[in-house]
């Protein structure tokens, strides 16, 4: 009996974050949609999620696609196809890989700073005092990151898709001589604007997920995950590892659902 107290509360447990998580959400959606918003905090959050990363995206970027420009002309290259390599590189990093990787570069890099500094805030009790101000720390913590999210992550999937195109022209066409013409020319007949809008769409929901689980974790730091830096670094390390799992995850619902 023991044993099946132990696992009901542990199912329990996890049923109540699991809810508490979805609200989380919607509440989130609510302060979002419904004004005023905190334009200048959404600017703050934009330069801090987009433009502080892409360093990082590009250098990503761009040697996803020096790599892809290898494998790709020694495995088309053995079915006299290497032609093809421009459509392969193009699709590859538009439909998947420049969505997917730059939402882990952005979950690694601004995702844990924005748990951490969450969670600092609710252990020392910053943000009991923001209520005590008046001031809903929804609109003031949780919006911001929501809004720069959806905003920075299309916008630097385009930059990864872009650079990474470039990254496999380097290697295709200076490196292992595939034509300028063939590489550009076959992109564009077999490239269309439903990959890109496939792509634009992951990117968004990547955008909300990351965010939506960064804020969650530090928002409820002291309830699930204790006080001190230890709640905080625990918090943080979930959000990481909790974030990048459901992308992957969700990518593969999103891809079965956009096909």
């Not at 905090?41 to 996803?64: E, N």
């Not at 290898?70 to 538009?94: K, T, V």
């Not at 916008?155 to 001589?177: E, M, S």
Request: hydrophobic residues 50%; charged residues 10%.
């Amino acid at each position: 009996m023991e044993l099946i107290r132990r696992l009901g509360a542990f199912v329990l447990l996890h049923l109540y974050r699991t809810g508490v998580m979805g609200l989380f959400l919607v509440k989130a959606f609510f302060y979002a949609v419904v004004p005023p918003v905190k334009v200048l905090r959404v600017i703050k959050q934009i330069h801090f999620i987009g433009f502080q990363s892409l360093i990082v995206i590009l250098l990503t970027g761009c040697f996803s696609g020096m790599v892809l420009g290898f494998q790709g002309y020694y495995s088309l290259s053995r079915f006299g196809s290497d032609a093809f390599l421009g459509p392969m590189i193009g699709l590859s990093l538009i439909k998947e890989l420049g969505p997917v990787l730059t939402a882990l570069m952005v979950t690694g890099r601004a995702g844990s700073a924005i748990t951490a500094e969450i969670g600092i805030m609710r252990i020392s009790e910053q943000i009991d005092a923001l209520e005590l101000m008046g001031l809903n720390p929804y609109r003031y913590l949780v919006v911001p990151n929501f809004l720069a999210g959806l905003i920075s992550l299309p916008l630097l999937t385009a930059i990864f898709d872009v650079v990474g195109i470039f990254g496999g022209y380097l290697i295709g066409v200076k490196l292992l001589g595939v034509g300028v013409g063939t590489y550009f020319g076959e992109m564009s007949s077999y490239v269309g604007m439903k990959d890109v809008l496939e792509g634009l769409y992951k990117s968004l929901s990547f955008g909300i997920l990351i965010n939506w689980v960064c804020c969650y974790k530090g928002y409820y730091t002291s309830i699930f995950t204790g006080f001190g830096a230890e709640g905080v670094s625990k918090a943080t390390t979930q959000a990481v590892v909790l974030s990048s799992v459901l992308v992957l995850v969700w990518d593969y619902f999103m891809t079965g659902l956009l096909y």
